[in-house]
């Protein structure tokens, strides 16, 4: 990877590979000389929180893991940055994305960066089939699109699968990583 100081804002909701994201997403960009600041969602912040994933995030990247809103009047706590990445989605999130929905902190970034326009945002929905048969998903899907996100979905990088049929299941991370890097250089 190329050392070019961008900065990521990496936003996490409560699905499979989150516990992943130091190791697969925020080491490998630091290391490359970028900056990473990490917001979560609040059910994702519980989980990082529990498994001291936040601590240790926190430590290497030298922002607080965001989970909740500033106080009016504080700044905020996290750098402008480059790029934003949902990574990894829920089902709830992506949904939520698109409809506008703001009712969280990492929500609330991710919506105003969508409709911002100005930065890039990379979505990797990290869903099931059972996700995908919901009768509004695939509007959501194309909602998205149509508003600029840069979906990493489909049958080539995500095949989905059967609720419970893929325990464990690793994300495209190399994929991920250079649609990042892509998105951020663009910027
Ligand atoms: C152990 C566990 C694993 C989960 N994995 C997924 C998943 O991979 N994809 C998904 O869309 N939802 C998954 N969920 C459901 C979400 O956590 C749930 O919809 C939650 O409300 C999402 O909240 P958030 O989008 O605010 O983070 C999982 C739930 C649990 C308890």
New binding site residues.
């Given amino acids: 990877m190329i050392n070019t100081g961008k900065t990521v804002g990496l936003i996490g ?5 989150l516990e992943s994201i130091r190791q697969e997403l925020v080491q490998p960009f630091l290391a490359q000389g970028w900056s990473v600041a990490v917001t979560l ?4 912040g519980t989980w990082l929180e529990a498994s001291g994933e936040s601590r240790k995030i926190q430590e290497i990247t030298g922002f607080p893991v965001r989970v909740a809103p500033r106080m009016p009047g504080q700044q905020s706590p996290h750098p402008t940055v480059d790029c934003y990445a949902l990574v ?1 989605a ?4 992506v949904a ?1 994305l698109a409809l506008g929905i703001a009712d ?1 902190q ?1 929500l609330t970034t991710a919506c105003e960066a969508l409709g911002g326009g100005y930065v890039p945002v990379v979505v990797f929905p ?3 089939a059972a ?1 995908a048969r919901q009768p509004a998903w695939n509007s959501h899907i194309t909602g998205l699109r149509r508003a600029g996100a840069d979906l990493i979905y489909g049958d080539d990088v995500w095949p989905l699968h059967e609720p419970r049929s893929a325990p464990g299941r690793q994300l495209p991370w190399q994929t991920i990583r250079e649609r990042i890097q892509a998105a951020a250089q663009r910027s």
């Fill in positions: 909701s409560a699905c499979g590979g969602t609040p059910t994702a990894p829920s089902a709830n999130t939520k969280n990492a990290r869903v099931n996700h």
